[in-house]
T-cell receptor, first 114, second 114 residues
Framework: KAGVTQTPRYLIKTRGQQVTLSCSPI?????VSWYQQTPGQGLQFLFE???????NKGNFPGRFSGRQFSNSRSEMNVSTLELGDSALYLC?????????????FGQGTRLTVV | DQQVKQNSPSLSVQEGRISILNCDYT??????FLWYKKYPAEGPTFLIS?????DKNEDGRFTVFLNKSAKHLSLHIVPSQPGDSAVYFC?????????????FGTGTRLTIIP
């Protein structure tokens, strides 16, 4: 059974540009959550999608957005990139998002903004 | 506002001895806690969890203890093995949520010395 796949693995962008990251969950999983990991801040919750709807949202500015497709694949978009957006972006998938089912993480996309 | 705190950024332990990783939280609404382990260039993997109705949960070499009055939990690894060297994250969630929205600590890097 394939795990959670995130593409691309590494990305370098310039300030002001926008970027789209992709996450393919484990087959059958309907919940996809996104996190930002920066040194000293740990993993911070961005948002969660379930059945193509944003179900939960963290405290990030509107420049951060996402969507989920009918096959549960999810994308997140960051517009008008800032240097502080440099981070490891992780997605996690689970069956329903409930406590009885483990959340599995992908390897992440390392975004560097220059 | 860091609601989940891991005050030790790093910890070194001799192989075969006990590793104790600590985590404090400030949000009294948290009722479910998890530990994740992360190797470099990989996503976090789930280790063990505990509900607030328990004060201890054990799984093989891993035991998590929860002290609700002190808002403190700890992960014990006995005996420690070289493969345990990784970054450990403590995470928590509130009754409204399952695994889809986790609040993470900043992590503790555990090094097992052979």
């Amino acid at each position: 059974k394939a795990g959670v796949t995130q593409t691309p693995r590494y990305l370098i962008k310039t300030r002001g540009q926008q970027v789209t990251l992709s996450c393919s969950p484990i087959s059958g999983h309907r919940s996809v959550s996104w996190y930002q990991q920066t040194p000293g801040q740990g993993l911070q919750f961005l948002f969660e999608y379930f059945s193509e709807t944003q179900r939960n949202k963290g405290n990030f500015p509107g420049r951060f957005s996402g969507r989920q497709f009918s096959n549960s694949r999810s994308e997140m978009n960051v517009s008008t990139l800032e240097l502080g957006d440099s981070a490891l972006y992780l997605c996690a998938s689970s069956l329903e998002g409930d406590r009885g089912n483990e959340a599995f993480f992908g390897q992440g996309t390392r975004l560097t903004v220059v | 506002d860091q609601q989940v705190k891991q005050n030790s950024p790093s910890l070194s332990v001799q192989e075969g001895r006990i590793s104790i990783l600590n985590c404090d939280y400030t949000n009294s609404m948290f009722d479910y806690f998890l530990w994740y382990k992360k190797y470099p260039a990989e996503g976090p993997t789930f280790l063990i969890s505990i509900s607030s109705i328990k004060d201890k949960n054990e799984d093989g070499r891993f035991t998590v203890f929860l002290n609700k009055s002190a808002k403190h939990l700890s992960l014990h690894i006995v005996p420690s093995q070289p493969g345990d060297s990784a970054v450990y994250f403590c995470a928590a969630t509130t009754p409204n949520f399952g695994n889809e929205k986790l609040t993470f600590g900043t992590g503790t890097r555990l090094t097992i010395i052979p």
